[in-house]
């Protein structure tokens, strides 16, 4: 196989945060461009909690979303210690709810509303298991006493495996992980157990936070880690195995508001991504595994149909560097390391 060409069935996105009003407005035609479906953060403020407000933002969604683009919008619930199981039920089965997200009471952005303890979840768990509706795990324990590097490996061993163990059928998705710890557990897992990895978490490590001089725009959570957790997910990613697939974690903030004292986390890849699977496959020596891991292994977990579309990715003479995205209240910087910015990708006709 070439190593410059690719065509592969149209991705979808497991994670993504598109936010709301002018944000979305913004950011929405660079997912809707390359990727058919995406699972969408319910972390706005106020947060997502109920079937009526994931409908009326699923409906903002639609509205701004470009025209035969044919993306569809995949709908989460943020679980709160007062969620209740009969709406989020309701809500899966009415089409509206495809996942509920777990965010562990002050683990990220906004995320003061989420759930102070797994054990108030039990009657949620239940429901969900029971109905085969997947729980999305920001994995991150957020106690004073654990260092922020930690705070992932130590979530698996407090929390995760018990979740893992108390409810056997229930299908967890451990959302965005950075460690090696974190594949290890996923590769181990008994029962339906899945992970999405980000782009940016193949690409850089930690350094690239304190790059000669401090880098808000590489500081997201889960913060990136150690070169070898980054070795251990690039290992993952590329393994072919069908429990690692494919989740931006795009997260757009302004600019002024992760360059100021106290920065937002997030990065914003969106336009990027999929020159950096790319790139990250084809340094692997592995391109050929790309579409399992963009577009097949994702909804075989979340047993949706796979796209029918392709998309074709190829290399090109090396870019320029995106410039920021420009929204009416600031500029949001696009994450686009040296070596991805050769990567192109196309729409592909449909074949219908
Ligand atoms: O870096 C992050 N940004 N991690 C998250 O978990 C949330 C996200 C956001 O919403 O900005
Ligand atoms: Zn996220």
Redesign the pocket.
Known sequence: MSTDSLILRRPDDWHI?LRDDAMLAAVLPATAEVFARAIV?P?LKPPVTTTAQAAAYRERILRQTPAGSGFTPLMTCYLTDNTDPEDLAAGHAEGVFTAAKLYPAGA???SDAGVTDVRRLHRVLERMQAIGMPLLV?GEVVDHDVDVFDREAVFIDRILRGLRRDFPALKIVFEHITTAEGVAFVRAAEGPTAATITPHHLLINRNAMFDRGIRPHAY??PVAKRERHRLALCAAATSGNPRFFLGT?S?P?LRHLKEQDCG????YNAPTAMACYAELFAEAGCLERLEGFASEFGPAFYGLPLNADRIRLFRTEPQAAPPDLVTPDGEVRVFAPARILGWQVERLASAA
């Open positions: 945060h953060m972390n990220t952005t906004n920001h997201c959570l974690d997260a903030h937002c986390a997030g990065v």
